[in-house]
């Protein structure tokens, strides 16, 4: 069964910072991977999809990145912004179109 | 991008009621919409996937009595929490999946329970 791990669970930085934020899986056969955003009380906003066979995906100030042998995703955010914070989740699909399994995601503060 | 929707956005019912939640695909087919739950601080969980005129598949642990998932039409699936007690107070959230492979989550359902 897989299993997903973010790391760390809360960050909090000053308006500016680059920073990054890890994912980690047991099983390297997914599908796709995706990023979301979350903010408190609301639904999921979808940042970035990478299938299997990309590297990363990016969309702005955001970069994704997916290493299927180490069992790893990041999502790199350059020039961090005080409407950055919200809580990050990533999510792995098996197959396509499947349900996705959700990491505990983790929650970043940008400071003013 | 497409959108979903949830209605209601917010409930609160008494112990023992039955509570509907809706949700829509607004501006495309959805041949499978996804349930999820989320409890404070954690992720979500998904509870079942149903695919438009059959039969939901419920996860695990799931009681498919208790969560009764309607999924009539291409753009409407509902999810009924029967005979609701405190313990099923959660934030559900529905995703809607196209011809495309992305899913498309809609803003979800704060349910509480007294």
């Known amino acids: 069964k897989q299993e997903v791990t973010q790391i760390p669970a809360a960050l909090s930085v000053p308006e500016g910072e680059n920073l990054v934020l890890n994912c980690s899986f047991t099983?390297?056969?997914?599908?796709?991977l995706q990023w979301f955003r979350q903010d408190p009380g609301k639904g999921l906003t979808s940042l970035l999809l990478?299938?299997?066979?990309?590297r990363e995906q990016t969309s702005g100030r955001l970069n994704a990145s997916l290493d299927k042998s180490s069992g790893r995703s990041t999502l790199y955010i350059a020039a961090s912004q005080p409407g950055d914070s919200a809580t990050y989740l990533c999510a792995f699909g098996e197959t396509s179109g499947s349900r996705l399994t959700f990491g505990e995601g983790t929650q970043l503060t940008v400071n003013p | 991008g497409a959108v979903v929707s949830q209605h209601p956005s917010r409930v609160i019912c008494k112990s023992g009621t039955s509570v509907k939640i809706e949700c829509r695909s607004l501006d495309f087919q959805a041949t499978t919409m996804f349930w999820y739950r989320q409890f404070p601080k954690q992720s979500l969980m998904l509870m079942a996937t149903?695919?438009?005129?059959?039969?939901?598949?419920?996860e695990q642990g799931v009681e498919k009595d208790k969560f009764l998932i309607n999924h009539a039409s291409l753009t409407l699936s509902t999810l009924t929490v029967t005979s609701a007690h405190p313990e099923d107070s959660s934030f559900y959230i529905c995703?809607?999946?196209?011809?495309?492979?992305?899913?498309?989550f809609g803003p979800g359902t704060r349910l509480l329970v007294l």
């Open positions: 990478i299938q299997s066979s990309q």
């Open positions: 149903s695919n438009e005129g059959s039969k939901a598949t419920y």
């Open positions: 995703s809607a999946r196209g011809q495309a492979e992305t899913q498309y």
């Open positions: 099983d390297s056969a997914i599908y796709n």
